[in-house]
Structure formats: structure tokens, C-alpha cells
């Protein structure tokens, strides 16, 4: 079965860090671009950040720009999204989701795992 | 890039159809013929339903359809049914491999 499972959310302090984890399994994760997606409690969704199949191309969201890092080891099949100087506006679901090359769509998505920043 | 433009919420009887507008720019849904949509269910992760505008994943209900003019695409709900009540959202893609969403549309099934 394709799978995306996201972990690592939690509490944290305003200017506090965090790293989310998303494991893959039931397809080649080293062929497929990925992305992060997130959604505050009751808004809309909002795209985060993307990171080609091998890594070596990233892109980021205005909005957290200088403050996450998107990151991904083929070998152990998983995406991260390390979180710093998080702010109370982060406070949301974040989903990991595979983006297939050609597709220019989220067709998998991950469970979700959601972070609050607050003191 | 801001949030392309979706009515807050759209209504309708079982059995009818209903569309859902997504209005972007030029740097978005109208240059790219890259649109999705994705349908949402409280507390659930969203589910693709619509890529390159007008195409259905396979395991999509054929209810579902999409179309495009200029600055504007539409997903259209024919057969309305009540587990067709969700959050639906469209999204774009922008460039350089990133992607803008909509503000979302609340479907309710009367």
C-alpha cells in the first residue's frame, strides 16, 4: 500500500525548534518530488515547501523562508521539515505530500501531524 | 503569492450539479494548464479528485469534472450526493515547482 506517515509535532515555545519526519513505504520514494503542506486550525491549506527527487532543488514559501529547511534521505525512504524560530502563526497541520513529476499535483498526502506554538 | 479566489461556501439538493470557481492570474491557473482540486472531510487529510484541470485520478466518481477559461477554473459536482459534503480546495501551479491553493469552498448537501 503507498503510504505517507508524518510524526514529530508537538508543543513548542515561540522561537523554539522542531522536526517533522515523514516515512514512506509502498512505492520507489527516490523518484518522486515531495512537498509540505499546512493548515492552520480552521483555515485553508497552504503550500510550504518542495524538494526535487534527489534534493538537490528546494523551494520554499515566503512565509517561513529562512526559518525551515526541507530535507529528504532516499536511503531510509523519509522527508523532514526542520522548524526554527517557529512563531504562533505556524500553529497548524502539517501534511507531507508526493508530487508526482508531470502530475503537478498532490496525489498522496500523509496523515497529518500537528504542531502548536505557544507559550 | 496569494491565495487564489474560491466562494466561501456553495450548497445544493441531492441530485443536482453544482461548480466551484477558482480565480487566479496569469502567473497561475491562467499559465498553466496545472490545476488540481482536492476534496476534504473533517479531520482528514485532503484526496486528490482533479489534475491538469480536467483529469480524474483513477477511483474518482466520473461526478466529478473540471474545466478552465482564462484566469478562472471550475469544478463542477453532478448527482450531488450527501458524502459529496466537504471542504474542497483547488490549487495551481506557479513556476518553479511551487504551488498556490485556494481559500477553500464549503460544500453543503441540503
Known amino acids: 500500500e503507498v503510504q505517507l506517515v508524518d510524526s514529530g509535532g508537538g508543543l513548542v515555545q515561540p522561537g523554539g525548534s522542531l522536526r517533522l519526519s515523514c516515512a514512506a513505504s509502498?512505492?520507489?520514494?527516490?523518484?518522486?518530488?515531495m512537498n509540505w503542506v499546512r493548515q492552520a486550525p480552521g483555515k485553508g491549506l497552504e503550500w510550504v515547501s518542495y524538494i526535487s527527487s534527489g534534493g538537490r532543488s528546494i523551494y520554499y514559501a515566503d512565509s517561513v523562508k529562512g526559518r525551515f529547511t526541507i530535507s529528504r534521505d532516499n536511503a531510509k525512504n523519509s522527508l523532514y521539515l526542520q522548524m526554527n524560530s517557529l512563531r504562533a502563526e505556524d500553529t497548524a497541520v502539517y501534511y507531507c505530500a508526493r508530487y508526482p513529476w508531470g502530475l503537478r499535483a498532490f496525489d498522496i498526502w500523509g496523515q497529518g501531524t500537528m504542531v502548536t506554538v505557544s507559550s | 503569492q496569494s491565495a487564489l479566489t474560491q466562494p466561501a461556501s456553495v450548497s445544493g439538493s441531492p441530485g443536482q450539479s453544482i461548480t466551484i470557481s477558482c480565480t487566479g492570474t496569469?502567473?497561475?491557473?491562467?499559465?498553466?494548464?496545472?490545476v488540481s482540486w482536492y476534496q476534504q472531510h473533517p479531520g482528514k487529510a485532503p484526496k486528490l479528485m482533479i489534475h491538469?484541470?480536467?483529469n480524474r485520478p483513477s477511483g474518482v466518481s466520473n461526478r466529478f469534472s473540471g474545466s478552465k477559461s482564462g484566469n478562472t477554473a471550475s469544478l463542477t459536482i453532478s448527482g450531488l450526493q450527501a458524502e459529496d459534503e466537504a471542504d474542497y480546495y483547488c490549487s495551481s501551479f506557479t513556476g518553479s515547482s511551487t504551488s498556490v491553493f485556494g481559500t477553500g469552498t464549503k460544500v453543503t448537501v441540503l
Open positions: 496569469s502567473s497561475d491557473v491562467g499559465g498553466y494548464n496545472y
Open positions: 509502498g512505492f520507489t520514494f527516490s523518484s518522486y518530488e
Open positions: 491538469d484541470v480536467t
